[in-house]
T-cell receptor, first 111, second 113 residues
Framework: RKEVEQDPGPFNVPEGATVAFNCTYS??????FFWYRQDCRKEPKLLMSVYSSGNEDGRFTAQLNRASQYISLLIRDSKLSDSATYLCVVKPNQAGTALIFGKGTTLSVSS | DAGVTQSPTHLIKTRGQQVTLRCSPKSGHDTVSWYQQALGQGPQFIFQ???????QRGNFPDRFSGHQFPNYSSELNVNALLLGDSALYLC????????????FGPGTRLTVT
């Protein structure tokens, strides 16, 4: 089983749609969780951290369910500029420094 | 404030050759991590350098080696290149051994023919 698994995608949605991405992780001791965004042929950039209480940043909402080892990202009112690959990322522990990335899910928002 | 920089941007090598990639961390950062991203995949952790030592290593063969200099910049060396080494190589810098947010550079795209 892969350490971090994501929906295969691609997701093709119209502007204004709500879209949700899911991710599961295998290491129950994992400490930190993130969503990164990667534009075509560019470097990944941190979109948001994910906390057990859930967190929201504008149109983006991230949720973590430690019991199910499940992470989600919800994007409301999709914009053309949201088109990118979204990477689910897990940091196994505080002392460990490696980021473990999922394969990524591609989102294409059309007008 | 300069971000993470990497050189070269693109590189074409032949199987069996050796390559050196370079990374300068974000100002104030002391830790450099290297990742390999094959086409259609997420980045995979290669290793991390902190205080001029390799602190953690991913599942990569010994053909992959690195170095960190006193000014915190870093090099990634790959020997005996294989076709499968073709990928985007990303450098990420952070502060304090990687406990804090990692900022990625634009990457070096390596093509092995």
């Amino acid at each position: 089983r892969k350490e971090v698994e994501q929906d295969p995608g691609p997701f093709n949605v119209p502007e204004g749609a709500t879209v949700a991405f899911n991710c599961t992780y295998s290491n129950s001791a994992s400490q930190s969780f993130f969503w990164y965004r990667q534009d075509c042929r560019k470097e990944p950039k941190l979109l948001m951290s994910v906390y057990s209480s859930g967190n929201e940043d504008g149109r983006f909402t991230a949720q973590l369910n430690r019991a199910s080892q499940y992470i989600s990202l919800l994007i409301r009112d999709s914009k053309l500029s949201d088109s990118a690959t979204y990477l689910c990322v897990v940091k196994p522990n505080q002392a460990g420094t490696a980021l473990i990335f999922g394969k990524g899910t591609t989102l294409s928002v059309s007008s | 404030d300069a971000g993470v920089t990497q050189s070269p941007t693109h590189l074409i090598k032949t199987r069996g050759q050796q390559v050196t990639l370079r990374c300068s961390p974000k100002s104030g950062h002391d830790t450099v991590s290297w990742y390999q991203q094959a086409l259609g995949q997420g980045p995979q952790f290669i290793f991390q350098y902190y205080e001029e030592e390799e602190r953690q290593r991913g599942n990569f063969p010994d053909r992959f080696s690195g170095h960190q200099f006193p000014n915190y910049s870093s090099e990634l060396n790959v020997n005996a290149l294989l076709l499968g080494d073709s990928a985007l190589y990303l450098c990420a810098s952070s502060l304090g051994g990687g406990r804090n947010e990692q900022y990625f550079g634009p990457g070096t795209r390596l093509t092995v023919t």
